[in-house]
């Protein structure tokens, strides 16, 4: 174990038998002779005692050398000894969110059995709910996103220098040659697209990175702006000098918090690279200007640049808060696989913290009057590659009302498989200063919720499920109120 969870566990012990021994430090301090002070830091886990002041504490306590220094914890503190052996604290950039290490270890210190239950709490949940490493990393990475409202000027400022640079002309599409060129010229990359074709089961894999021979081996199936956007993200790892990196796409496995983190700096600089900063404020702008929704405007917005659907979704996520101040707003991408009645939330981003829509991991029915589910359900019954509507959805439960705008596409890697990328902007007093097509009428206006389970619609004709935990949630607050009314009666 670090040397310093070492003299942490140690003193948590300590404290744990002065505790139990109903003794105060200065009682501590007057009966070993040890000043009040040094038992203090010792207890802080700051100091680690020499033999000769640990065989002292041993006698005055009547507590056995051995227990004194072994690394084993009993039940009231095992988890924080689990906690601290996982080393998951050096696993997680705790600066990234203005923690210090030694802030968490000072609050374990001070009240070991609360933080115990605490913890405790946090597996028992995490256990129950199948709730994976992976997602825990997943999720600090959105609430390091959301933390920054997902902009990051240093990228951004990157990728304006890798222009520069390389002498890339951001004002025009950015190519996969282009990009190409520059792997092969200046990093010296091999690409290979043949090999991954080879292996059935590498199906779903989009590129493989081998370092030692700075081998690209690509999907041979893979569009132009997927192929772009894997090149940029290997000129990423390479200009931002990152090394620690995952090296599949999609990712099969990581060995660190920093691994993950990495992959989402990267993707960053990928997306801003392929869809400049300049470009698509400019032209936002004139879309938002239109007294009316111009379809075919967005729709060419869209093409106008060498990306998928989803990098341009993803690209408004950064856009929209930094340039104009829209900030409320959550980024939604649903999968879906034809002739089933499967809706599956993948990824979210919530900038505003809102709870509506949010994801549900247990086996609810997502709203079907949700037009992420719409363009799905449209796509898996034609030959379109892109599907694209927009509503405004009143969230009934909250009120909330948001503008939604929607696309879908076909799962390159899947037959059958779809996906649906969404963004949803909060309609405030702000956003209608913003936006002028937000009073069109023709933008359809839809009354919606999260899960049938929890909906409170009664005339919705496309209900996949009872409202069986709003019914639930109903039962229980009348049978409260009838509580209260015998408590006034009879008082």
């Known amino acids: 174990m670090e040397e310093e969870y070492v003299k942490l566990i140690f003193g948590l012990k300590l404290k ?10 200065f009682g501590l301090s007057k009966l070993s002779g040890l000043s ?4 203090n830091e010792i207890e802080k886990g700051k100091k680690f005692p020499k033999t000769d002041k640990i065989v002292l504490l041993s006698e005055k306590l009547d507590v056995p050398y051995d227990h004194l220094v072994s690394l084993k914890l009993d039940k009231n503190l095992a988890p924080i000894g689990e906690i601290l052996q996982s080393k998951i604290l050096k696993e997680i950039p705790l600066e990234l969110f203005g923690i210090q290490e030694s802030t968490l270890i000072d609050i374990v210190t001070n009240a070991p059995v609360k933080v115990n239950a605490f913890i405790s709490t946090i597996i028992e949940i995490a256990q129950h709910y199948s709730f994976s490493r ?21 990228l951004e400022q990157s990728v304006l220098a890798f222009s520069k640079t390389y002498q890339v002309d951001l004002t025009k599409k950015v190519s996969s ?4 060129e520059i792997l092969i010229e200046e990093f010296l990359y091999t690409i290979n697209d043949e090999e991954l074709t080879k292996h059935q089961e590498l199906g779903n894999l989009r590129s493989i990175f081998v370092p030692k021979t700075k081998t690209l081996l690509l999907a ?6 997927q192929r772009t956007f894997i090149y940029a993200k290997e000129l990423a790892y390479n200009f931002l000098d990152i090394k620690d990196r995952l090296y599949t796409f999609s990712w099969i496995k990581f060995d660190n918090f920093d691994q993950v983190l990495n992959n989402f700096y990267a993707s960053y600089f990928a997306g801003a690279l392929m869809i400049p900063r300049a470009s698509l404020t400019t032209q936002l702008t004139e879309l938002f200007q239109q007294k009316t929704f111009q379809k075919e405007i967005y729709l060419q917005l869209i093409d106008s640049f060498n990306a998928s659907p989803e990098s341009f979704y993803q690209r408004l996520t950064n856009i929209l808060p930094k340039d104009f101040n829209i900030q409320n707003l959550f980024f939604l991408r649903f999968t879906h696989k034809a ?13 505003s913290h809102q709870h509506s829509p949010h994801a549900n991991e247990m086996n609810e029915h997502y709203c079907r009057r949700w037009v992420s589910l719409n363009v799905l359900e449209t796509i898996a019954k034609s030959d379109q590659g892109h599907v694209f509507d927009m509503q405004i959805s009143h969230y009934v439960e909250d009120n909330m009302r948001y503008l939604v705008l929607s696309s879908a596409t076909k799962d390159p890697f899947k037959k059958n498989h779809y996906r649906s ?36 619609i009664a005339d919705c004709s496309v209900r996949k499920a009872s409202s069986s935990i709003l019914d639930k949630q109903n039962r229980y607050k009348n049978t409260e109120t009838v509580v209260e009314d015998l408590m006034q009666k009879f008082s």
Not at 36 to 39: A, D
Not at 134 to 154: H, K, T
Not at 177 to 180: C, D, G, N, P, V
């Open 36 to 39: 009040k002070s040094y038992l």
């Open 339 to 351: 002739t089933t009645d499967k809706f599956h939330l993948k990824k979210e981003l919530h900038l």
């Open 134 to 154: 992976e997602s825990f990393y997943l999720a600090s990475v959105r609430s390091f996103q959301e933390a920054n409202n997902n902009y990051f000027d240093e």
């Open 220 to 225: 041979k199936h893979i569009d132009d702006a």
């Open 421 to 456: 990328i969404s963004v949803g902007l909060l309609i405030n007093k702000q956003l209608k200063r913003k936006i002028s097509f937000l009073e069109d009428s023709a933008i359809q206006t839809k009354e919606v919720g999260v899960t049938c389970e929890r909906c409170a």
């Open 177 to 180: 040659q282009e990009l190409e």
């Open 16 to 25: 744990q038998i002065r505790t139990e021994r109903k003794l105060s430090l």
